[in-house]
Nanobody, 120 residues
Framework: QVQLVESGGGLVQAGESLRLSCAAS????????MAWYWQAPGKQRELVAG???????NYADSVKGRFTISRDNAKNTVYLQMNSLKPEDTAVYYC??????????????WGQGTQVTVSS
């Protein structure tokens, strides 16, 4: 079984920074794309940023220039550095990964989510 465990959420003021981490564990052979999604109350879950195992990245337009996604393949961990946070960044942030298990097969896995709240 593969698990994603997020950490680093919290309450901050507008303009401050937070760093989210997500570590994958279990019978992992390989991980392709790792990504962060967010979901605000009453809204659909949306992609914030994604990164391939080769380091190619993509971002939602609303976070470009403020958020940076990175990963440590040796640790099966993805990070999201969030700078210049805005109240509209408030949401539950979910980690997502495309994982190939040791016994074969690709699976899409979600973390449990971590709350980020930005006060004005």
């Amino acid at each position: 079984q593969v698990q994603l465990v997020e950490s680093g959420g919290g309450l901050v003021q507008a303009g401050e920074s937070l760093r989210l981490s997500c570590a994958a564990s279990g019978s992992i052979f390989d991980i392709n794309v790792m990504a962060w999604y967010w979901q605000a109350p009453g809204k659909q879950r949306e992609l914030v940023a994604g990164i391939t195992n080769r380091g190619n990245t993509n971002y939602a337009d609303s976070v470009k220039g403020r958020f940076t996604i990175s990963r440590d393949n040796a640790k099966n961990t993805v990070y999201l550095q969030m700078n210049s946070l805005k109240p509209e960044d408030t949401a539950v942030y979910y980690c997502n990964a495309d994982v190939r298990k040791v016994l074969g097969g690709w699976f899409n896995v979600w973390g449990q989510g971590t709350q980020v709240t930005v006060s004005s």
